[in-house]
């Protein structure tokens, strides 16, 4: 272990690169923070990308109607044919059937667009509303190594079908004192979850984002977050960078966009951290 202090005030170890995956279903990580523009769909996208380069076959969900992540992989959310609404409406269609591949081999999406605001209000009539999308991903558990969900800014019911779904929540957190306010109420979200549909949810970490280091403001609400969740909070943080937005509009992966931005080097590394602490994926 490294004793140079990581960004978060503590010591930061040093993340060995990770063995082989073994033989299982895939590990189901709900990427979620009902704040807004918190980072989740770019965790999402460049997480996702970093796992690859590991060795892991990862497929990510977009389950968020803005469908966001579909777009920042390239795809043009308003001429889908069929997205993940339809596996969740219609029984005769399985997720296989509407997953794409993305410009990285290894990296798949089961995309998203606008079609699936309409889904919460139709699923609230469905018996066993909460476990439709867990459901779902039946049919692609032995063909994944990771499930990355990204979730929609909402604590609804499409948000609770996806912590029914998973195995283990990642929350991004802007570092600024506003998005502070909000993980109480998450973390209450999540032990309902817990206790109703899911007993084996577990808060993987916290990922402080768009942080910036110059900034007294940045690193107090790091240390605050410390100070509150502990050793739940990822010692990787990911830095305010312009790089991220030109990959987005590029349509690729930072990895892949700028493999040796300090950006593409913070998602390996927590790529890393995310495998320690789920040994399974």
């Known amino acids: 272990m490294s004793q140079d202090l990581g960004p978060t005030g503590r010591p930061m170890p040093v993340f060995d690169d990770p063995a082989p995956r073994k033989p299982g279903h895939a590990t189901v990580i709900a990427m979620c ?17 970093a796992l690859v380069e590991t060795g892991r076959r990862v497929l990510l969900l977009d389950f968020d109607p803005q469908g966001s992540l579909t777009v920042g992989l390239g795809f043009n959310a308003h001429e889908l044919d069929q997205s993940i609404y339809h596996v969740l409406m219609d029984r005769e269609l399985k997720l296989p059937d509407i997953i794409v591949p993305t410009s990285v081999p290894g990296l798949d999406l089961a995309p998203s667009n606008i079609d699936l605001s309409a889904a919460e209000m139709r699923l609230v009539t469905e018996v066993g509303r909460e476990q439709v999308l867990a459901r779902v991903l039946r049919d692609v558990r032995d063909d994944y190594d990771v499930v990355l969900i ?21 929350i991004p957190l802007e570092c600024e004192y506003f998005a502070l306010r909000g993980v109480a109420l998450l973390k209450e979200t999540i032990e309902k979850v817990r206790e109703r549909t899911n007993p084996d949810l577990e808060i993987i970490g916290l990922l402080g984002t768009m942080f910036d280091g110059r900034t007294l403001h940045g690193r107090e609400v790091l240390q605050t977050l410390v100070e509150g ?7 990787t943080v990911i830095r305010r960078t312009i790089k991220f ?10 990895t892949e966009y700028a493999t040796t ?14 495998l320690v602490r789920c040994p399974a994926a």
């Open 33 to 49: 923070n009902q704040k807004g523009g918190v980072g989740k769909t770019t965790t999402t996208i460049n997480l996702g990308a």
């Open 150 to 170: 990204d979730c929609q800014p909402s604590l609804g019911l499409l948000t609770v079908n996806a912590l029914t779904a998973a195995h283990g929540v990642i």
């Open 229 to 235: 969740w502990g050793d739940l909070v990822f010692h």
């Open 245 to 254: 937005s030109d990959a987005t509009v590029a349509g690729e992966p930072i």
């Open 261 to 274: 931005s300090p950006g593409a080097t913070s998602y390996r590394q927590l790529a890393r951290e995310v």
